[in-house]
């Protein structure tokens, strides 16, 4: 198999999320072509088009393998399509003319052309913007083989491909205040400067003991003590700078240093190096959009993990390890009032300190490696890295670890959302697995960011279990939680790995329904039941990001149901298909 050149490859990886993301929208129809010369291709077209043959559309051509994966009903495909089952080239047609198209922004633009819904041309010249930003993907390359010894932040920085379906994957959009983001600048995102800044203690909010904690790299990198007791002296990333200027009047940079460390997988959390003996990660506010969101912590997103670890960690399972996040900072504002405007200021100098698991790890001779990593490939081997650092080469083989993979996974992170209500956003990137260097088995797991951690109150009521505090993920809707647990379990995480292993066309989706009904007991335990159910339902709920992009001219829909993937060669899977596209006509 041959690799294509890094930039093609860039690009394209852009490009097949956003082909699948519009057709998996319903923001265009699909169906797949065939070509004697060169095989079959997915074809996108308008919703509107009712010809066989339409006069404007996007060609791209389909991985061999695909076609077993892709369901079609009527001449219309009634499944989900992932990133995976898309390979180059990429063609659009516009009646007689035909022209080959890796720009992504480009690619949006023609898309846009067949949407049925009108879409204001800003909004779509934003996007598209977007999604060119694909630069440092090429910083890649060359890349370090990685095995079980390398440090886990070198693992975290061969996810070069962020998110696996979000066509904004590695969005790096600057928000205003912030100078924009261009190619040369991206190197300092990957190896920041820190800047140490002394604010007066009335304009910030300190939750744990985040002085003392901090102080022992304030003394090893030699910043300059704060000049009064009524300062506190917080670690900043330097491109964030203008922005803490611009809401934090008193903040005065006291020292900045390069070279002490690097970014993890988000871009915004450092490790630091380890000569710094340092126990603790930092999580720092930079105002980039970074795929969906603007990546500053606001005041409210640290509550979550003061949750966990006041109170929600003594229902984790036991053999479960998490980051503890012992302190943080965030503007003050809030404390004048909790609006969207105090919110949108005291966001711009937060900073978390969490544990760093990697020496505990280490202690138990175990690697701590990055759970989306796995389901990549470095930049000139076509085999993933779980197939490279397992030796995975036979169906077989792939079968037997992604079984044992499933059923550790099931185990850590099922029990306290059967038993508490309390759900993990536990996909690829929040997730790390422990593994043994000596036997390369999988030996637990690992969960961080619990500010996506969602917490059905009722149930830990019905326990008397009272919250010593509410966070925003808080919640009286139980199904809720459980929607956003199959979004980045089963349809991320999981589904990732199923994927890239080339398992969903050889019972890969079988091997999780069986490790579902072994972790989750549904005839022991009515609760368990009910998720279990949840969760194998004919439709899952696909997350539409594009759509929420443009939210105003869509209602707010920011789901769609589509034939849910668990269930793919199961009994019920054709009837599935033939309810879908009869809801499809109806629409």
């Known amino acids: ?294 990546r500053a912590i606001r005041p409210c997103q640290t509550l979550g993990g003061q949750l966990v670890r006041k109170q929600l960690h003594k229902f984790f399972p036991p053999d479960l390890w998490w980051f503890k996040e012992v302190a943080s900072v965030s503007g003050s504002q809030t404390a004048q009032g909790d609006t969207q405007e105090n919110e949108d200021k005291a966001r711009h100098i937060g900073c978390i300190l969490r544990e760093d698991l990697e020496a505990r790890a280490n202690a138990q001779n175990e690697a701590l490696i990055i759970a989306g990593t796995l389901a990549q490939q470095p930049a000139n081997d076509p085999r993933t890295h779980a197939e490279i650092v397992f030796g995975l080469e036979t169906v077989e083989q792939k079968h037997e670890w992604l079984r044992e993979y499933v059923a550790g996974f099931l185990r850590a992170v099922l029990p306290s959302l059967v038993q508490y209500g309390i759900g993990m956003e536990a996909h690829g990137q929040n997730t790390l697995i422990r593994v043994c260097r000596q036997t390369k088995r999988i030996t637990g797991f690992v969960v961080r960011d619990f500010e996506g951690i969602k917490v059905h109150v009722p149930t830990l009521e019905k326990l008397g279990i009272k919250l010593c505090m509410t966070s925003p993920g808080c919640t009286r809707n139980l199904e809720n939680i459980w929607s956003k647990i199959h979004h980045a379990i089963f349809q991320n995480h999981l589904g990732n790995l199923v994927y890239a292993l080339g398992l969903d066309r050889h019972d890969g989706w079988t091997v999780i329904r069986d490790e579902l009904t072994a972790a989750l007991k549904p005839d022991m335990d009515p609760r368990a039941k009910e998720l279990y159910d949840f969760i194998l339902q004919d439709t899952m709920p696909f997350k539409c990001f594009l759509t929420m992009r443009m939210s105003e001219h869509f209602n707010d829909r920011d789901e769609r149901p589509l034939p849910n993937a668990l269930l793919m060669g199961s009994d019920k899977w054709e009837k599935i298909l033939d309810d879908h596209a009869q809801r499809m006509r109806k629409t």
């Not at 939750?207 to 102080?215: K, T």
């Not at 126990?279 to 969101?293: E, F, G, M, R, V």
Request: with cysteine; net charge negative.
């Open 1 to 294: 198999m041959t690799v294509p050149p890094v930039r093609e490859r860039a690009s394209f990886e852009v490009a097949k999320r956003l082909l699948c993301q519009i057709l998996n929208e319903g923001l265009v129809s699909g169906m797949i072509e065939t070509f004697e010369s060169e095989g079959q291709y997915l074809c996108l077209f308008s919703n509107g088009c009712v010809t066989e043959k339409p006069e404007k559309c996007i060609r791209v051509r389909l991985q061999p393998s695909a076609r077993a994966g892709i369901f079609m009903r009527s001449g219309r495909i009634v499944s989900l399509v992932r990133p995976e089952m898309l390979q180059m080239p990429v063609t659009l047609v516009d009646g007689p003319s035909e022209w080959r198209e890796l720009r992504s922004g480009a690619l949006f633009q023609f898309a846009s052309s067949l949407f049925t819904e009108h879409v204001e041309a800003t909004t779509l010249g934003e996007i598209a913007l977007g999604l060119e930003n694909k630069k440092w993907l090429e910083l890649h390359s060359s890349p370090e083989p990685l095995h079980l010894n390398t440090p886990s932040v070198m693992w975290e920085r061969a996810l070069i491909w962020g998110h696996p379906t979000h066509p904004f994957h590695r969005l790096c959009y600057a928000q205003e205040g912030l100078a924009p983001v261009e190619p040369k600048d991206l190197p300092e995102f990957l190896t920041p400067t820190l800047a140490f800044v002394s604010v007066l203690r009335e304009e910030i909010s300190l939750a744990g003991p985040f002085e003392e904690s901090l102080q022992p790299l304030l003394a090893q990198l030699e910043v300059p003590p704060p000049e009064s007791a009524d300062r506190v002296i917080v670690p900043c990333l330097r491109l964030q700078l203008p922005c803490v200027f611009r809401h934090f009047p008193s903040a005065v940079v006291v020292k900045t240093v390069s070279g002490c460390a690097d970014t993890q997988a988000s871009m915004r959390t450092l490790t630091l190096r380890p000569e710094l003996y340092f126990p603790y990660h930092i999580k720092l506010s930079i105002a980039c959009q970074i795929t969906s969101d603007v």
